[in-house]
């Protein structure tokens, strides 16, 4: 299926979403299935399994104790971005939850996403977030114990990247009180 896409003459003929259009959906597919937008596509959200459920977790729990008042922690809530409305598995805002009551947010001081099995979409949603301002970018690879950290968005695009093992610490420019050891978000 995902083949069909690749095919020039075929991609010119899907029909995309903007961000209102999408906003008029329901929140469930005919397939009664949640669904994000990216870069104008509906996509169907993946099933979580046990390790990313307790990973997702285990990370929110450590920002919520880290974090000052004056930041939110989001746990698969959008963000609004241009042409896109991913829901990602952990978003830091600047601002309280009641600061958000009429409109979502669009763009964060950090965004996470846990990936067990693929960790494609999410690199692909590295230029998404960079364009919308999004401070730093990880990518929790379950699996490998490791964590792919993305800083400095400049153009569209994160000017650094680096991959933090087992041993290291995460922190955050942005948000200099976070510091969680890679090794904490496995158990």
């Known amino acids: ?10 991609r010119a003929r899907i029909s995309p979403l903007s961000v209102e259009e999408y906003h008029r959906l329901d929140e469930y ?36 104790a880290q974090l000052p008042q004056g930041y939110s922690v989001w746990k698969k809530e959008p963000l609004t971005l241009a042409d896109s409305e991913p829901e990602p598995d952990i978003s830091v805002t600047r ?10 947010p669009a763009t964060a ?14 690199r692909e949603n590295a230029s998404l977030y960079a364009e919308a301002g999004v401070r730093e970018y990880w990518i929790v690879l379950g699996l490998e114990r490791q964590v792919e950290v993305y800083r400095g968005p400049e153009n569209g695009r994160y000017q650094q990247k680096r991959l933090l093992g087992h041993a290291e610490t995460l ?17």
């Open 95 to 104: 601002g309280r939850k009641a600061d958000f009551a009429a409109a979502h």
């Open 109 to 122: 001081e950090l965004v996470v996403e846990v990936a067990v099995s693929s960790a494609a979409l999410d």
């Open 171 to 187: 922190e955050c420019p942005s948000l200099p009180m976070v510091r969680i050891r890679v090794s904490d978000l496995f158990v």
């Open 1 to 10: 299926m995902t083949a069909i896409l690749e095919i020039p003459e075929v």
């Open 29 to 64: 597919n005919e397939n009664g299935r949640r669904t994000e937008l990216i870069r104008g596509i509906v996509i169907e959200k993946m099933s979580k399994s046990p390790l990313h459920r307790t990973i997702s977790a285990i990370l929110h729990e450590l920002l919520l």
